[in-house]
């Protein structure tokens, strides 16, 4: 095992635990501030709160940008403190569009599993023609 894998399982033996807690916790948060009726099971597949939630993350990206404008050369609009309520609203709504996708986390991270191992394939494949 490489040293960057031993930190990355250092890193996310107690991550596990915090994101599952997080999810839960915006799945409860949604159920109470959609007045979502107990019987029904979240996450859910729901189209309309899902179109709903996706225009709101390209709102929270819009806010993102306006907190770091380095990525268009101007270097005096950078508030860090601003970037990390954005970045962590940004997350937020995320949860948000898997669980009006009717996902979980665990559903998630396994497509990221595959995504991430095409990546590499395709890294590779780059190293290989090199």
Same mark, same amino acid.
Not at 16 to 24: K, N
Not at 36 to 42: N, P, T, Y
């Given at each position: 095992?490489?040293?960057?894998?031993?930190? $990355?399982?250092?890193? /996310? /033996?107690? %991550?596990?635990? @915090?994101?599952?807690?997080?999810?839960?916790?915006? $799945?409860?948060?949604?159920?109470?501030? @959609?007045?979502?009726?107990?019987? &029904? #099971? &979240?996450?859910?597949?729901?189209?309309?709160?899902?179109?709903?939630?996706?225009? %709101?993350?390209? @709102?929270?990206?819009?806010? %993102? %940008?306006?907190?770091?404008?380095?990525?268009?050369?101007?270097?005096?609009?950078?508030?860090?403190?601003? #970037? #990390?309520?954005? &970045?962590?609203?940004?997350? *937020?709504?995320?949860?948000? +569009? +898997?669980?009006? /996708?009717?996902?979980? &986390? *665990?559903?998630?991270?396994?497509?990221?599993?595959?995504?991430?191992?095409?990546?590499?394939?395709?890294?590779?494949?780059?190293?290989?023609?090199?």
């Amino acid at each position: 095992m490489s040293k960057d894998q031993k930190e $990355v399982e250092v890193i /996310s /033996s107690g %991550l596990d635990f @915090e994101l599952c807690f997080f999810f839960e916790r915006q $799945v409860a948060f949604q159920r109470e501030y @959609e007045n979502i009726d107990r019987e &029904l #099971k &979240l996450p859910a597949d729901d189209q309309s709160r899902y179109a709903k939630n996706l225009l %709101l993350f390209f @709102e929270e990206i819009g806010e %993102l %940008l306006q907190e770091d404008k380095r990525w268009r050369g101007d270097h005096s609009t950078f508030r860090k403190a601003a #970037k #990390k309520r954005e &970045l962590a609203d940004v997350f *937020i709504v995320f949860m948000n +569009l +898997l669980i009006y /996708s009717g996902w979980n &986390l *665990i559903d998630l991270l396994e497509y990221v599993g595959f995504a991430m191992d095409n990546n590499d394939k395709k890294l590779d494949g780059k190293k290989n023609d090199s």
